[in-house]
């Protein structure tokens, strides 16, 4: 007698996926299409957000295990707590297993051939992490979730994408180089800045989303962001 639920719930969970899924699509198409030089295979790409999606497994097993160690050694309501939290747990892992799954999926690709690929892959590998992530937050939480991370937390991933993106590609260029130091530097480089970006994001959100500290944060972000994939792109180069 309930089968008449079944296609409603069936088409309200499709439109709730279709929501979540939209915002990062679109930012991955803004990105791809910026790339002015050689574009990416449909295969680079399909992998690339694989990465990004199994990133974010790899992301949930370390926090699970480092929240646990925290837990034991600094009292929740201190001071300190959510400093390392969102700093050293939260951020660190989901931009480290990013860049792990990245790297293994496309430093010695063939494909890697321009300093702006390495922003087109790191932005594609972080909104296959944001789009797996946000599909399991509206599943949950419904459509008011999906129309506030489409605006802040799928773009904040694109954005700390393209902070990585861009010492990324300049790891590449001075590998191929043979300066070895440099790119050490650059590799450091793009895990340690998108972390404190996105541990920054992560504070101010917890403790002042929606007031005028948190705007103006997501908005230089965003700009400066945005300004970057041009900049980079216009001055894109073969490596």
């Known amino acids: 007698m309930f089968y008449f639920l079944v296609p409603s719930i069936s088409s309200y969970d499709t439109v709730l996926v279709i929501a ?12 791809y299409r910026s790339d002015r030089l050689e574009k990416e295979s449909a295969g680079m790409l399909w992998r690339l957000v694989v990465a990004g999606v199994l990133s974010s497994l790899l992301a949930l097993v370390e926090e699970r295990i480092l929240v646990a160690v925290l837990d034991l050694t600094v009292t929740p309501y201190s001071r300190l707590y959510p400093i390392l939290l969102y700093f050293g747990i939260v951020a660190f892992a989901e931009e480290s297993s990013k860049y792990l799954l990245l790297s293994y999926s496309s430093w010695r690709s063939p494909e890697f051939n321009c300093q702006y690929d390495g922003v087109v892959y790191a932005v594609f590998v972080s909104l296959g992490f944001a789009l797996w992530e946000n599909i399991s937050y509206v599943m949950n939480y419904g459509f008011r979730t999906a129309i506030l991370r489409a605006l802040t937390a799928i773009p904040g991933h694109a954005c700390f994408g393209v902070f990585m993106g861009v010492f990324y590609g300049m790891a ?61 792109a216009k001055q894109d180069l073969s490596i």
């Not at 979540?20 to 990105?31: R, S």
């Open 20 to 31: 979540a899924v939209l915002p990062a699509v679109f930012l991955m198409v803004k990105v």
């Open 172 to 232: 590449r260029r001075w590998e191929n180089r043979g300066l070895r130091e440099r790119a050490k530097t650059c590799r450091i480089m793009a895990v340690v800045l998108p972390a404190l970006l996105h541990g920054a994001y992560d504070y101010i959100a917890s403790t002042r989303q929606g007031d005028v500290g948190f705007i103006l944060f997501i908005v230089l972000l965003f700009a400066l962001s945005y300004g970057l994939v041009g900049r980079m």
